[in-house]
Every structure is written in structure tokens, then in C-alpha cells.
């Protein structure tokens, strides 16, 4: 069945470095790609979307890539803060009505 | 502000006892959702509807129903045949149930325990 595959499940890095997580979609008809970030005890929020007409997409210190080809997309996040500690949920949508979410990565970023 | 709010926050389930979570948008938005999240799990789909007085079972239905009798409102009533209800349920929703590659806004959640 359809899958999206998400690494690492957790990564700490200093403030101030990059950050970036990976995600691998099965289902070829995918067009539509939105991360999410969730914070303790809330709801998902969304942070950015690629749709597969593009191949990067940038908003600040956050910006994501897409590679049809390979089925990967990743997040990439710059001079993190402190703030930025979340999890985070890559998901795959556009082949049926579903959208698939990964399993999630719990970003931690020190001070 | 428009968004989509979850009542309660917390909630305690008895043994045989039936449970309804509350979850009301006013986004204006057609389509709405029910999610189970599990520690170190992704969102798995429970129930979903494309618009009013018509919804579908997701990929873990079993031990729970939905009803949408209002656009705004689509309440999930975990049932005494769900052996393990214990989990944070997420309710969403989106513009239109035409098209599943749009965002989703999420509510905050309730989390459910069995006493």
C-alpha cells in the first residue's frame, strides 16, 4: 500500500546549525507534499508545501526540496533556534483521497 | 479567528463505555477528518467526510463511529469495542473534499485514557 518513509526519527543539533530530515513516498501519483510541525500538546501545524511542478520552495529560514524521480523530499531548516524544537511530519497526497503522514522526527535544537 | 476546536482536552474512558469527542470548525471548509496518534507514530486515518451526511471509513475504523449532520461539526464516538482507545485523537479539516492535495488545519487534540 502506499508509505511514506521518514529519518531520521530524531536529531539534535546546535543552535545556530541546519537541520534536515528525509522522506521517501511510495505511491507515484503523489502530487502534493506538505510538512507539519506539532508542538507538545497541540495540533499539527503546517510550516511549508511543495506541489510536484516544482522542485524547491523556500520561505525564511525553511525550505524544502522535491526529486520525482527518486520519490524523496526533504525539509531543511537554517540557523536553527531553540524554537524550532518540535516534532516535525513529512506527508505524501494526490494519488487517492488519503494523505499519507511519516512517522515523525523529534527535532531538538540546544541552546 | 477561524480554526477548528476540539472539546475536551482531556478525557477518561470506562470499561463498556462509549465516549464522543467533540470537534467544530468554522473554516467554512467541506471536508473533515478523525486521526489517531500514537507515541512514535505518524497520523493514522480513522474516519473522513468529503461533505455533509456522507463519511468513510480511514485505514482503522473498527470500535469507532462519526456522524457529519452539520457541515461545521463532525463528532467521533470511540466505542466500547475499541479494546486500546488510549491515544491523543486529531480532528482536521480542509477546503474541499474534491481533491485530497490541499493542507489540513488541525485542532489541538484530546487525549484519551482508560481508567
Known amino acids: 500500500g502506499e508509505n511514506v518513509e521518514q529519518h531520521p526519527s530524531t536529531l539534535s543539533v546546535q543552535e545556530g546549525d541546519s537541520a534536515v530530515i528525509k522522506c521517501t513516498y511510495s505511491?507515484?501519483?503523489?502530487?502534493?507534499f506538505p510538512w507539519y510541525k506539532q508542538e507538545l500538546g497541540k495540533g499539527p501545524q503546517l510550516i511549508i508545501d511543495?506541489?510536484?511542478?516544482?522542485g524547491e520552495k523556500k520561505d525564511q529560514r525553511i525550505a524544502v526540496t522535491l526529486n520525482k524521480t527518486a520519490k524523496h523530499f526533504s525539509l531543511h531548516i537554517t540557523e536553527t533556534q531553540p524554537e524550532d524544537s518540535a516534532v516535525y511530519f513529512c506527508?505524501?497526497?494526490?494519488?487517492?483521497?488519503?494523505?499519507?503522514f511519516g512517522a515523525g522526527t523529534r527535532l531538538f535544537v540546544k541552546a | 479567528d477561524g480554526g477548528i476546536t476540539q472539546s475536551p482536552k482531556y478525557l477518561f474512558r470506562k470499561e463498556g463505555q462509549n465516549v464522543t469527542l467533540s470537534c467544530e470548525q468554522n473554516?467554512?471548509?467541506?471536508?473533515m477528518y478523525w486521526y489517531r496518534q500514537d507515541p512514535g507514530q505518524g497520523l493514522r486515518l480513522i474516519y473522513y467526510?468529503?461533505?455533509?451526511?456522507?463519511?468513510q471509513k480511514g485505514d482503522i475504523a473498527e470500535g469507532y463511529s462519526v456522524s457529519r449532520e452539520k457541515k461545521e461539526s463532525f463528532p467521533l464516538t470511540v466505542t466500547s469495542a475499541q479494546k486500546n482507545p488510549t491515544a491523543f485523537y486529531l480532528c482536521?479539516?480542509?477546503?474541499?473534499?474534491?481533491?485530497?492535495?490541499?493542507?489540513?488545519?488541525f485542532g489541538d487534540g484530546t487525549r484519551l485514557s482508560i481508567l
Open positions: 511543495i506541489r510536484s511542478n516544482v
Open positions: 506527508a505524501a497526497s494526490g494519488g487517492g483521497f488519503k494523505t499519507i
Open positions: 467526510s468529503q461533505i455533509v451526511n456522507d463519511f
Open positions: 473554516l467554512n471548509h467541506d471536508a
Open positions: 482536521a479539516s480542509s477546503i474541499t473534499g474534491q481533491r485530497s492535495n490541499q493542507p489540513q488545519h
Open positions: 505511491d507515484s501519483a503523489s502530487n502534493y
